[in-house]
């Protein structure tokens, strides 16, 4: 009962707060994704790390169609519930310092997203999935629209067409499946088990990662989003590059890797290169732009990419390596996001050539962003390095000239990374900047949580490695099992 309460709470929320009005709405907001975090540090306490499904809830739904509603977690689901649940309440109370107008509806379906999300990383139903996919998006497109910037129409319809092309894909597939189990129902261990020929597992592997790929995004399926990045309100941004990409992630090692093996078989290298084909693109895009916000969403694609790469390489240090980076992506890029928010609020530009000189008018600030860009730089000892190894270790086994091509993201992103941070953060202050005032209140808390995050995750990753091993591994085995090379 615990996941139900799991995946309920924030619904209840969203609820609840949409009928608070003025300030409470965001306090509101703000308890809710706590208490969530706290039911999620129960689960965490009670699980154990080994490649069991637990805390399993299995009820019928839709009998005549096989649909239960069937939810549980493991060590690979238990990751990506971790993520939403600590970055929800670090983006709730990054928003506090703006006066949204209908702020109840705002946090509203921010806490009714973060449902949909819960319900996408523990479905073991396919129509449930496909349920909380649709879930977490339409709470997204209603926050770009209705709080985005002046271009936020033309660029949020972009986005909507993009992702419902890839959600179609995915319900052609999940029905594709449902009528090829003779059980008739959307059991995820059903679809494990079906014995589908090369052909059937061909356009279903395309089917799903089509929209897995758009989700996350891939090479060439990405240029809906340095544009939505860029005109989502701040809190969108963040839960869009913080968590809900992580959704397209999670779909291939659940959904794909497993249901049509001998498609990735057939397919992967193809998949692989699209990937490291993003990792080089991305980068190179990053090094020309002049708006910060930009250059950290290309900077995200980049990062993606490997995450694929390291997941197609199909072996251990590639799948720990996604599991760690997942984690601390999503940290990394919620800060970034977040400094430069703050940077917008006070200066209102992005624009890198306008800035300058803010350390010495916020050194705090100076500290917390340098920590943040070290981190997604894959500084040793900070929690985007163990990922990046693993990842960069199990391509590197995949193939070596893939793993060599994909290794020029730590030196691109440290380029255009430390770059970024010399002309925003040092130098003279210009007439704009100087009036530039240090972060206070809720930033603080805010920065500094992600920072003692990028710290302890770099330092001492072993937990969330643990937690997740005995999946990835039961995963490889079932895989080999099954012919995947």
């Known amino acids: 009962m615990e996941l ?102 705002f946090y509203a379906l921010v806490l009714f997203m973060q449902s949909g999300l819960l319900l996408v990383f523990t479905a073991l139903d396919g129509f449930l999935f496909y349920i909380g996919w649709e879930a977490a998006l339409i709470p997204i497109y209603f926050i770009c629209a209705m709080w985005g910037g002046k271009d936020r129409i033309k660029v949020n319809m972009k986005f909507f067409v993009y992702t419902i092309a890839g959600s179609l894909f995915m319900l052609l597939g999940i029905i594709y499946l449902y009528l090829q189990n003779p059980a008739h129902n959307f059991d995820i261990n059903a679809f494990y088990s079906l014995e589908l020929d090369k052909y059937q597992q061909g356009w279903v592997f395309w089917a799903f990662f089509i929209a897995f790929a758009i989700k996350m995004p891939i090479f060439p399926f990405h240029t809906w989003q340095p544009d939505t990045y860029t005109e989502a309100p701040a809190a969108g941004t963040m839960l869009l590059s913080g968590i809900m990409l992580k959704m397209g992630i999670y779909g291939l090692i659940r959904w794909l890797l497993p249901v049509v093996p001998q498609g990735v078989n057939d397919w992967m290298c193809v998949a692989m290169i699209l990937s490291v084909i993003g990792i080089v693109y991305a980068s190179v895009i990053a090094f020309t732009q002049k708006n910060a916000k930009r250059l950290v969403a290309y900077s995200s694609i980049s990062h993606v990419g490997l995450i694929a790469a390291g997941i197609f390489a199909i072996n251990m240090q590639g799948m720990q390596g996604a599991m760690v980076q997942m984690l601390s992506h999503g940290i990394n890029v919620i800060g970034l996001f977040f400094v430069l928010d703050i940077i917008y609020s006070r200066l209102k530009t992005n624009k890198i050539e306008e800035l300058g000189g803010l350390a010495k008018v916020a050194p ?42 994909a290794g020029l993201t730590i030196i691109f992103a440290a380029v255009y990374m430390l770059r970024l941070y010399q002309k925003v953060m040092l130098g003279q202050t210009n007439e704009l900047t100087r009036t530039f005032t240090d972060i206070k209140g809720s930033e603080k808390i805010v920065l500094y949580s992600i920072c ?9 990753p072993k937990p969330i490695m643990h937690l997740s091993e005995a999946s990835v591994q039961h995963l490889l085995e079932q895989l080999k099992l099954k012919g995947l090379n």
Request: net charge neutral; hydrophobic share 55%.
């Open 4 to 105: 139900i309460l799991l995946i309920f709470l924030p619904l209840a929320g969203a609820i609840v707060t949409s009928f608070i009005k003025g300030g409470a709405a965001k306090i509101s907001a703000l308890g809710f994704a706590l208490a969530s975090l706290c039911v999620t540090i129960g689960l965490v306490t009670q699980f154990t790390p080994d490649a069991t499904t637990q805390f399993v809830v299995n009820y019928p739904w839709i009998q005549q169609l096989g649909i239960n509603f069937h939810v549980g977690l493991d060590g690979i689901s238990l990751i990506t519930v971790i993520l939403t649940n600590v970055l929800m309440p670090l983006i709730i109370l990054a928003s506090f310092k703006h006066d949204y107008k209908n702020a109840n509806a």
């Open 364 to 405: 705090q600030l100076a500290i917390t962003f340098l920590i943040i860009v070290l981190g997604t730089v894959a500084l040793p000892g900070t929690n985007g390095f163990i990922g990046e190894f693993l990842l960069l270790y199990g391509v590197y086994t995949y193939n070596i000239w893939l793993g060599a091509i």
């Open 452 to 460: 003692i995050l990028i710290i302890l995750i770099g330092v001492y």
